[in-house]
Every structure is written in C-alpha cells, then in structure tokens.
C-alpha cells in the first residue's frame, strides 16, 4: 500500500522560510515522479513543483511553476524515499494546504489529475 506523509507545515511570517518533507512508502521510489501541488481557500489545486525521473537513477529533471521560482527548491532524497520543498521568502499568497504526489515514470506533469498517489497535506500559512 502506497503512502504519502507529509510533513513541516507551520505558521510563520512574511520573509520566513519552512521545509516541507514528504515520506512515502510502498513504491519503487527512484521511479517515481513527485510533485508538490497546493491549494488555498476557494481556490483549485495548482502545481507548483516536480522533480521528475529523467532515465537514470541520478538524473532527475525539475520544473517549477513561475510563482515560486527563485524562492522554493525541491530536492530527493531516495536513500530515504523522502522528497523535500524548501521554501524561502514566503509571501502570504502562498498560504495552502500542501500535498505531495507521485507518479510512476510520469514525465514531469504539471496536472494535478495525472498523479496516482496524494499525501494528506500540509498546511502552510504566512502572515503578513
């Protein structure tokens, strides 16, 4: 059975940072692409992160939605089965719940409907 935990979530100020980690378990991870989505209040989930397999075990390709290049980076760890969303200069429009996914060989998608597994999210609030 596949899981996705996240974890990290918080409450901080404008300018703060937070890491997010997300732990998964019952898949063959160095396969997988994994995504960072998030969603706020009324609004649709929408990308904003995936560090997606490129052909080998060390060679991963990351994209980033335009909101939040510069200030987030993801990175992998799959020694750990663990993918992390360090972000940097938050600004209170990035206040969601954020939830980590992962896809098989998936191609480096941006849509949320692509993906096959959800962690339950983490909220994530920046005041100003």
């Known amino acids: 059975q596949v899981q996705l935990v996240e974890s990290g979530g918080g409450l901080v100020q404008a300018g703060a940072s937070l890491r997010l980690s997300c732990a998964a378990s019952?898949?063959?991870?160095?396969?997988?692409?994994m995504g960072w989505f998030r969603q706020a209040p009324g609004k649709e989930r929408e990308f904003v992160v995936v560090?997606?397999?490129?052909?080998?075990?060390?060679?991963?390709?990351?994209s980033y939605a335009d909101s939040v290049k510069g200030r987030f980076t993801i990175s992998r760890d799959n020694a750990k089965n663990t993918v992390y969303l360090q972000m940097n200069s938050l600004k209170p429009e990035d206040t969601a719940v954020y939830y980590c996914?992962?896809?098989?060989?998936?191609?480096?998608?941006?849509?949320?409907?692509?993906?096959?597994?959800w962690g339950q999210g983490t909220q994530v609030t920046v005041s100003s």
């Open positions: 996914a992962a896809r098989y060989m998936g191609g480096g998608s941006v849509s949320s409907g692509d993906y096959n597994y």
């Open positions: 019952g898949l063959s991870f160095i396969w997988y692409d």
């Open positions: 560090n997606s397999w490129s052909g080998s075990r060390t060679n991963y390709a990351v």
